[in-house]
């Protein structure tokens, strides 16, 4: 059963028959983690041949409902409010609002990824260590977006997210200092990582020249202010924020850092880039680590229609294990966060995922489960434990 807001949002906009396949799917993505048309018909749950199902499928995933501004804008809207509000949140909520909030900011972080020759290009919403898209668009072609497409792609994102204080964070690809300009005439904060040949004027110097000749060094960090870009755009004045990456192991080091920015402070800079990386563990949720959106070979509309069902179930999956990470239950799903280890071990998609396979999978085998139970009558005071936390579990849902 879906949340209360996403079935008004969706039945507002489909019909009867049309909401319940959306929820079927949905349902089926989760279980089966495939967006393959032909496995989506085989698994479909309809007394009808396999070819019916397959058609009554590419129908469906050809309605002109399946719009990403009708059906999914009210939804992240939705769930951006709810993950930034302080309303009716206890104490770790609170806790973890606040590194969500990203020191009073909202990032954005645009990219662009190739899923087997389709080029998507995708704005997304970073939450923690993941990030929740919000709107994407196949480029028809198979090059980095220019200036035009990247102005016209973030106009409605920066019109849906007008409430909150956002940061425009791109990599190499979005380096044109005309996209920082743009963003700063709205008054919108931007971080845009630079390639090593741009050029800059240094404040007090009168000679542009390259970002390589700043000659970062590993393990260094700089901050430049009143700094104009390119000796073509002489456009600034603007800052520039420096990292030179340390050697990892064996690992060769990166290249430094150069992002372009108009915040005012190195740490600040820093940080909030450093988060962009969260949009690259959602195209991988999205890709081998979760619903292999690389395998289907279905049409562009079509294709379209399946990012929208994966965006759905992937912030479903997101959202729950949210509410599962809060209970003291959650030993039952995953292991906990070791003392030596900095971060979580696993994602909210991940517990929000394997904590519904759980469930499901002691409810699909429970004769056998309960067969091997009464053969450990050592262990009922546990067993009964974790029965009492999976009933918890499942209110969540």
Known sequence: MLPSFYQACLQANLSEAQYLTLQILILLLHSHRTVQLERLAALFPQPITFESRRRNLQRFLKLPQLRVKLLWFPLIKHIIKQEFSRKNKNRHQRRKLKKLRHLGH????????????????????????RALP??????????????????KFLKPVLKLLKSYPVVVIGDREFQSVQLGKWLDEKGIAFILRQKKGTSLLLSGEDKY???????????TEQFFSGIYYTDSHKLGPFNLATRGQ?????????APWYLLTNLDSLEKTLKLYESRFGIEAMFKDCKTGGYNIEKTKVSEPRFLALVLLIAIAYSLNTIRGQQLNILPHRVYIC????????????????I??????WVESMDTFSELAFSLIRLKPQKNPYFSKGLTAMSLIKQAF
């Open 352 to 357: 929000g995922t394997y904590g519904t396979f």
């Open 209 to 219: 020249q390259p970002l390589k000749a700043l000659d970062i060094q590993p393990g």
């Open 246 to 254: 340390r050697r990892y192991r064996s690992k060769q080091a990166e």
């Open 134 to 151: 919000v709107y994407w668009i196949l480029l028809d072609k198979k090059v980095s977006s220019n200036l035009g497409e990247q102005k």
């Open 106 to 129: 909202l990032l954005l972080v645009i990219d662009r990824t190739d899923w087997k020759g389709r080029n998507l290009f995708v704005a997304s919403v970073i939450c923690g260590k």
């Open 335 to 350: 292991r906990l966060k070791e003392s030596n280890r900095s971060a979580e071990r696993h994602s909210d998609f991940w």
